[in-house]
């Protein structure tokens, strides 16, 4: 059973930082593209951030690009989102997701690509 857990969200002021992670069992994580996504109350789940199976390509939205880093550990099977600089529109349920389709490049921005989704974890910035 595959299983995504995703860790470290929390209660930030603005303009400190958080690492969250997403921990994968039931499943090898480097075969995997691996995102993240958010959804603020009241709003759709949109796209952050993905990193390619091998970790030698990542893409950002242009709302965290420069504040936040998506990298992996392969062997840790374990993906990390490092957010500095946060700001209160950064608050929001963070998901992670993997996907292992193709198209990447074009589809990784889109919720129906990703085959597993965590239960999502809570990231709180106060002004």
């Known amino acids: 059973q595959v299983q995504l857990v995703e860790s470290g969200g929390g209660l930030v002021q603005a303009g400190g930082s958080l690492r969250l992670a997403c921990a994968a069992s039931g499943m090898t994580v480097s075969t995997y593209t691996m995102g993240w996504f958010r959804q603020a109350q009241g709003k759709e789940r949109v796209f952050v951030a993905r990193?390619?199976?091998?970790?030698?390509?990542?893409y950002y939205d242009d709302s965290v690009k420069g504040r936040f880093t998506i990298s992996r550990d392969n062997a840790k099977n374990t993906v990390y989102l490092q957010m500095n600089s946060l700001k209160p529109e950064d608050t929001a349920v963070y998901y992670c997701a993997a996907g292992n389709g193709r198209g990447y490049n074009t589809n990784a921005r889109l919720i129906s690509w990703y085959n597993y989704w965590g239960q999502g974890t809570q990231v709180t910035v106060s002004s």
């Open positions: 990193i390619t199976w091998s970790g030698g390509s990542t």
